[in-house]
């Protein structure tokens, strides 16, 4: 006797079943695959530190910032990690890029280190992270009695604007984590750094480690107490992941960069692409946020 087709809704639902079985795997790995997060780090913002004493190498208490900065790094990583499984990326951002004491981390994380490096202060950031927390960060040229205000270089630039608007190192990486569509969670530093971060990343949280008085004063919390605050704050970010939104500049970007120095805006306006703008400033337009930061790793490189 021949074989009879199988009635057509037994074949529709074997074929349902199968589909759902195929998915299984995905959904558990999606489930179960860690999330990324990446900490950007710089020691200007790291509590107790507020002149060269603590921020070169040859500074009285550079050795001591760089145990306060290791453990305000730690205490990031331990409160990603108290939210549940994450793959951690930590980019060494301040002088030479070599000031987190590395053995004191976590065996499992990868840090970043040395200079030149093609994405600055976030090198290492893609489109996988789940979000970017910045530790130790400082507020802009232009902030009255921020402690050590800068943008990119103390010594070289008087500012950087971004599409006609001033900008702070945090709003600049804020910016280039945003083109990968990486938001902002969390900054730590003096109030103006962590206030000039939530005002572009209204959802980011941040932990104020040092009241400022002036480029070289504050008053400041112990490393113990700052770590605290960063630890909690860091916990309410993990707990915002999904929700927040990445802060994003309108491309092409047009770049104005100020130089303290005349000769180094004369010389800058020999790039292709950027023009005098008046005595110390250059400007230009440029395709996007990763281009724009390798322009200015050269911009700062004059000697």
């Known amino acids: 006797m021949a074989a009879r087709d199988p009635p057509l809704y037994n074949v529709a639902a074997m074929r349902r079943l199968l589909a759902a079985l195929l998915l299984v795997p995905a959904v558990v790995s999606a489930q179960t695959r860690p999330r990324k997060i990446f900490i950007s780090v710089d020691m200007e913002g790291i509590s107790g530190v507020v002149d060269p004493a603590q921020l070169g190498p040859d500074g009285f208490e550079y050795q001591r910032a760089r145990e306060w900065m290791t453990g ?10 108290a ?10 951002s301040h002088g030479n890029g070599q000031s987190v004491l590395i053995d004191k981390l976590p065996d499992d994380v990868r840090i970043v280190r040395g200079f030149p490096r093609p994405l600055e202060m976030m090198q290492g950031i893609d489109e996988t992270f789940a979000a ?7 507020a802009s040229e232009w ?5 050590r205000g800068h943008t990119i270089s103390s010594a070289r630039l008087l500012g950087v604007k971004l599409n006609g608007t001033e900008v702070s190192e945090g709003i600049f990486n804020a910016a280039l ?4 569509g990486v938001p902002v969670a969390f900054v730590s530093g003096d109030r103006l750094a962590v206030a000039q971060i939530q005002k572009i990343a209204p959802g980011a949280e941040g932990a104020i480690v040092k009241e400022p008085y002036g480029y070289h004063s504050a008053s400041t919390v112990t490393p113990a107490r700052g770590q605290l605050l960063i630890g909690d704050g860091v916990k309410r970010a993990m707990a ?43 400007k230009g337009t440029f395709k996007d946020m990763v281009e724009v930061t390798k322009l200015l790793q050269v911009l700062t490189s004059f000697q």
Do not use: M, W
């Open 72 to 81: 305000e790094v730690n205490a990031a990583i331990t409160a990603i990690r």
């Open 83 to 92: 939210a549940g499984p994450a793959e951690i990326v930590v980019c060494d």
């Open 132 to 138: 970017a927390v910045f530790i130790g960060y400082h």
């Open 143 to 147: 902030t009255v009695d921020a402690v």
């Open 177 to 180: 984590a945003g083109q990968f």
């Open 240 to 282: 915002k992941l999904g929700s927040l939104q990445p802060y994003r500049v309108t491309a092409p970007v047009a770049l104005e960069v100020g130089f303290k120095l005349t000769i180094d805006a004369e010389r800058a306006a020999y790039v292709p692409g950027l023009s005098r703008a008046d005595a110390h400033n250059v």
